[in-house]
């Protein structure tokens, strides 16, 4: 049975910053895509990142705009955990964040993926 569960969300002032981690269980992370999504109050989830281990101690990373610069994902494959380092945020970063989970190439479309944790509460004040 596959289990993934984020931790480290919380409170946090605007502009600093915050680590979340999504341990997995019943999947091996280096053969997946993992992947970030965030859901708001009001809005639908959006894609964050995601993480792909490409062999050779290479990893893909892609982010969405907005995260850029900004939010890095990596992962720690020996402990099968998923990390999201989150710098300089701000109030509309607020959302419930999830980690995901796909086989095959990485994607932005939360339809694609086949695992999803409860999620973690984020929320920055301003």
């Known amino acids: 049975q596959v289990q993934l569960v984020e931790s480290g969300g919380g409170l946090v002032q605007a502009g600093g910053s915050l680590r979340l981690s999504c341990t997995a269980s019943?999947?091996?992370?280096?053969?997946?895509?993992m992947g970030w999504f965030r859901q708001a109050p009001g809005k639908e989830r959006e894609f964050v990142g995601a993480i792909r281990w490409s062999g050779f101690s290479t990893y893909y990373t892609n982010y969405a705009d907005s995260m850029k610069g900004r939010f890095t994902t990596s992962t720690d494959n020996a402990k099968d955990s998923v990390y999201l380092q989150m710098n300089s945020v701000n109030p509309e970063d607020t959302a419930v964040y999830f980690c995901?989970?796909?086989?095959?190439?990485?994607?932005?479309?939360?339809?694609?993926?086949?695992?999803w944790g409860q999620g973690t509460q984020v929320t920055v004040s301003s």
């Open positions: 019943g999947l091996t992370v280096s053969n997946f895509v």
């Open positions: 995901a989970a796909k086989t095959g190439r990485s994607s932005v479309r939360e339809d694609e993926y086949e695992y």
